[in-house]
């Protein structure tokens, strides 16, 4: 059975701490993996990662994909408290039609 | 560009109502729609997911149902709602997948409470 798992499920930390986010995947016919943030209502995009060992940035976010190890992590640092979010990470499969399979999240909560 | 439009916001019914919440997409044709449930701040379980009209894949065993009468339209229904049926739920759509990778994009949700 496909499953994504992310750690930790939640995080406290103080503005302007880095903190580190951790998605692994087990899916068949796996594709890409996206990085997504919710605050109140829609899960915003973030990042889609294909490739492995290529690093995406923005801002003063950044993610990277181990194909090898079956892992992603998105990193955040100098932390805001407009960082404060659920973090979604979800797997993109091919199985005929396409599916994106979600992880638990992670809550972050960033403390002024 | 696209815009995907969710309604209603929120919603509250009593256990036995039926339910029909809308999803339409702009701006793009031919994109694959999703409907997500997602519990109280957690992650998202999906529930259908459709290619093309009328083609639609159920995910989870469940007294819900979706359909897609027009290539822009998403509507998840039931005939009679239980508590259980409470939570967030998303409508969403990508590209349809070919050279280009195409993310999830989502409506703002429309939050069901069962009473």
């Known amino acids: 059975e496909d499953k994504v798992v992310q750690s930790p499920l939640s995080l406290v930390v103080h503005e302007g701490d880095t903190v580190t986010l951790n998605c692994s995947y087990e899916?068949?016919?796996?594709?890409?993996l996206l990085w997504y943030k919710q605050e109140k209502k829609a899960p915003t995009f973030l990042f889609m990662l294909?490739?492995?060992?290529i690093e995406k940035k923005s801002g003063r976010l950044s993610s990277i994909l181990d194909k090898k190890e079956l892992f992603s992590i998105l990193n955040i640092t100098a932390t805001q408290t407009g960082d404060s979010a659920i973090y979604l990470c979800a797997a993109w499969k091919l199985s005929g039609t396409y599916k994106y399979i979600f992880g638990t999240g992670t809550r972050l909560k960033v403390l002024a | 560009s696209q815009t995907i439009h969710q309604w209603p916001a929120t919603l509250v019914q009593p256990v036995g109502s039926p339910l029909s919440l809308e999803c339409t997409v702009e701006g793009t044709s031919n994109p694959n729609l999703y409907w997500y449930r997602q519990a109280a701040g957690r992650g998202l379980q999906l529930l259908f997911y459709s290619i093309g009209i009328d083609q639609i894949s159920s995910e989870v065993p469940q007294n819900l149902s979706a359909s897609r009468p027009q290539d822009r339209q998403f509507i998840l229904s039931s005939k009679k709602l239980l508590l259980s049926d409470s939570g967030f739920y998303l409508c969403?759509?990508?590209?349809?997948?070919?050279?280009?990778?195409?993310?999830?994009?989502f409506g703002n949700g429309t939050r069901l409470t069962v009473t």
């Open positions: 294909t490739s492995s060992g």
């Open positions: 899916v068949t016919n796996f594709r890409s």
């Open positions: 969403a759509w990508s590209k349809t997948p070919g050279r280009v990778n195409s993310p999830l994009h």
